[in-house]
């Protein structure tokens, strides 16, 4: 006898069904997994057989061919266990599924019959809805995640003999309630802590209601790296639509959990600058997503700059720009999302302090020239916002002044900003400024004659490219959002030309 049992299956961050095909027959006692089964899923036979003896069933003494289709594609990882269990006692007539025909399972089982979680459950959900799936059998722990793919009926399991009382009618299970946001606080440093450098905290605002990237530049102990800390304080809310993408990637990691299975606040990721270009963009020998996927909707913050593997920055030009990663292999293409904030910090120099009033810098001209070649031009074009971060005084570190803004005062401006822009660009358009088109930069950044005046003459004598013309416009734009202005005046432009990078970069 063959039984069909509907799964899931995990490519990339993409959900797919997947059928287990149970089938008994005469012969010698043997079980055999087919369908391109990684070691996890070919170890499944013992999880199994285990499983269904410690659950009180009888274990088949015949020939069991278990196909995993669509048999071209790799499956891996312990999802299958519990479809292949329901596909074995069905088969044997030990488990009722004519009431299931629209069910899909998932799920890895303990020797003893418990059921433990899995990872890329919300990926798996949306997939079965899409598939006209209506009900999902899950991992009890892995429930408050697979409900919120709306409009499936989630059966949390904890264990075999539960789920066959449930088939059977003895005792159904009750399907999970929805899982409901809740209010997390706003916790960590704040902008208040931070003595001085008000261009940098404005310009650290900014970016974060425009979602521009930005780079700061400034020698040891100016303050770059604790005010990066500070900006997931002010940044703006996730929407419900960001906060399910960033979930994905992070039930694909395993980094999800039952008391908190979505995402609630932007991720912020500081990579080592040791990274490899596989940490960085993703890859394996089993694909899985990186550090600029796991910033998805968030930040992504690389301290000292300069100090990372060439090859593992130039992975980032095309993210950049297309908002995904695309990952080719020899058995495919993954792609994976990556529309996040880059946020950079770095020293003018190698020894750190070039140009410092103290005179401290030992490096030669050609030290320092070949320090900063490590970046190069494409990547620093597609930065946003350049902006220089000096050393305080000690009068400013010292002195008694009022304390600066709180995060939260600046957050409310930004979320403020950045409710201007989702009006104006509506729930099909770009999330932010940094994200318009020609389109939108045609419709959205119309300049009157003295901004005109001003770019042209902007253009000329910075030497600006296409790509740093629509930059300048795109910041120009968030500006005169923070300000409540409806176009763009002079001082809009005048204030985003100031993040142009400096010289010394440009050179």
């Given at each position: ?6 799964s899931l299956g995990?490519?990339?961050?993409a959900?797919?069904?997947?059928s ?6 005469g012969g010698l ?9 990684d070691a996890?899923?070919?170890e499944?036979r013992?999880r199994v057989r285990s ?8 274990f088949?003494?015949s020939r069991?061919t278990?196909n995993l289709?669509?048999?071209g594609r ?19 007539g030990?488990l009722?599924l ?6 899909a399972f998932l ?12 990872p890329?459950?919300?990926p798996?959900?949306v997939a079965?809805r899409?598939?006209?799936i209506?009900r999902l059998f899950v991992?009890a722990d892995?429930?408050?995640e697979?409900t919120?793919?709306d409009?499936?009926?989630v059966i ?11 088939l059977?009618?003895?005792?159904p ?6 899982w409901?946001k809740e209010?997390?606080?706003i916790q960590g440093?704040?902008f208040?802590?931070v003595?001085g450098?008000?261009h940098?905290?404005r310009?650290l605002?900014v970016?974060a209601?425009?979602g ?9 102990g ?5 005010m990066a800390k500070?900006l ?8 419900r639509?960001?906060?399910l993408a ?6 694909v990691?395993g980094?999800?959990s ?6 609630a606040?932007?991720p912020?990721?500081s990579?080592h600058?040791?990274i490899?270009a596989a ?6 020998p ?5 550090e600029?996927s796991?910033?998805h909707n968030g ?7 300069p100090?990372?593997h ?7 030009r095309q993210p950049l720009?297309?908002?995904?990663a695309?990952i ?6 993954v792609?994976?999302p990556?529309?996040f ?12 302090w ?7 810098c030992?490096?030669t001209?050609?030290?320092?020239r070949?320090y900063?070649?490590?970046l190069?031009?494409p990547?620093?074009?597609r930065?946003?916002i350049?902006v220089?971060v000096?050393?305080l005084?000690y ?6 002044a009022s304390?600066?803004?709180?995060s939260e ?7 403020a900003a950045r ?5 104006r660009?509506g729930p ?9 088109g020609?389109r939108?930069l045609?419709d959205y ?6 901004c005109?005046?001003?770019i042209?003459?902007?253009y ?6 296409a790509r740093?013309?629509d930059?300048i ?5 968030t500006?005169?959002?923070l300000?409540g202005?409806e176009?763009?005046a002079?001082?809009?432009?005048a204030?985003?030309?100031?993040y142009r990078?400096?010289e010394h970069?440009?050179?």
């Amino acid at each position: 006898m063959v039984c069909n049992v509907t799964s899931l299956g995990l490519y990339g961050v993409a959900g797919y069904p997947v059928s287990a095909e149970c089938a008994l027959s005469g012969g010698l006692p043997a079980f055999d997994v087919v369908g391109l089964p990684d070691a996890a899923v070919k170890e499944a036979r013992e999880r199994v057989r285990s499983a269904i003896k410690s659950s009180g069933f009888d274990f088949p003494v015949s020939r069991i061919t278990v196909n995993l289709a669509p048999a071209g594609r790799r499956k891996a990882g312990t999802v299958y266990d519990l479809p292949i269990l329901v596909g074995i006692l069905t088969a044997g007539g030990q488990l009722p599924l004519e009431r299931e025909r629209d069910s899909a399972f998932l799920g890895e089982l303990s020797l003893d019959g418990r059921l433990r979680p899995v990872p890329g459950v919300l990926p798996m959900a949306v997939a079965a809805r899409r598939a006209g799936i209506t009900r999902l059998f899950v991992p009890a722990d892995n429930a408050p995640e697979a409900t919120l793919a709306d409009g499936l009926e989630v059966i949390p399991v904890r264990t075999v003999e539960e789920l066959a009382a449930h088939l059977t009618g003895e005792a159904p299970i009750s399907p999970a309630p929805a899982w409901r946001k809740e209010a997390v606080p706003i916790q960590g440093p704040d902008f208040s802590e931070v003595k001085g450098q008000e261009h940098a905290k404005r310009a650290l605002e900014v970016a974060a209601a425009g979602g521009h990237h930005i780079l700061m530049t400034g020698s040891p102990g100016s303050g770059k790296s604790m005010m990066a800390k500070r900006l997931p304080g002010i940044l703006p809310d996730l929407t419900r639509a960001e906060a399910l993408a960033c979930t994905e990637v992070y039930s694909v990691m395993g980094l999800t959990s039952k008391e908190h299975p979505m995402v609630a606040r932007r991720p912020f990721r500081s990579p080592h600058h040791t990274i490899s270009a596989a940490g960085m963009a993703g890859g394996g020998p089993v694909p899985r997503p990186g550090e600029i996927s796991l910033a998805h909707n968030g930040v992504l913050f690389l301290d000292e700059l300069p100090e990372f593997h060439s090859d593992v920055l130039e992975v980032l030009r095309q993210p950049l720009e297309d908002g995904q990663a695309q990952i080719s292999r020899v058995s495919g293409s993954v792609t994976y999302p990556s529309r996040f904030m880059l946020v950079c910090a770095m020293n003018p120099c190698k020894c750190g302090w070039y140009g410092h009033p103290s005179g401290r810098c030992s490096c030669t001209e050609q030290a320092v020239r070949r320090y900063l070649s490590r970046l190069s031009g494409p990547l620093l074009d597609r930065i946003d916002i350049c902006v220089d971060v000096p050393s305080l005084g000690y009068d400013e570190l010292s002195g008694n002044a009022s304390p600066a803004e709180s995060s939260e005062v600046i957050r409310a401006r930004v979320n403020a900003a950045r409710a201007v822009q989702t009006a104006r660009y509506g729930p099909d358009g770009p999330a932010c400024n940094a994200q318009m088109g020609p389109r939108e930069l045609r419709d959205y950044t119309k300049l009157d004659g003295g901004c005109r005046e001003l770019i042209r003459g902007a253009y000329q004598r910075l030497g600006l490219t296409a790509r740093g013309y629509d930059r300048i416009l795109r910041v120009a734009r968030t500006i005169a959002d923070l300000d409540g202005a409806e176009n763009i005046a002079v001082h809009h432009l005048a204030e985003a030309l100031q993040y142009r990078p400096p010289e010394h970069l440009r050179a």
